[in-house]
């Protein structure tokens, strides 16, 4: 876990490209403590690659919110597998 920006903003690992050999610098999800997540991916780091598992060069992060989550996994879903999920909390 880490603290990002200053503030009180925690972070968790949840998950990581399933296609990533076990490599650490990879797409990753992480969970936060205020209803958002954090990903990892390609790009340049700055001051959180610290506080990200094995944040390379070549990686950066953002936050998005679980709204913004939901959403898209309720779009990807439908788009992927031709299922409706039903709207999130």
């Not at 399933?18 to 997540?37: I, L, M």
């Not at 959403?71 to 039903?86: H, K, N, Q, S, T």
Request: with cysteine.
């Amino acid at each position: 876990m880490g603290k990002l920006h200053g503030d009180d903003l925690t972070v968790t690992f949840y998950c990581k490209d399933p296609n990533s050999n076990f490599q650490n610098d990879c797409a990753t999800f992480y969970r936060t403590n205020r209803e958002s997540w954090v990903v990892q991916g390609d790009s340049m780091g700055s001051e959180v690659a610290p506080k990200l598992t094995a944040l390379a060069d070549h990686e950066t992060y953002l936050e998005i919110p679980d709204a913004l989550a939901n959403r898209f996994a309720r779009m990807y879903v439908r788009e992927r597998y031709g299922v409706d999920l039903p709207e999130g909390p």
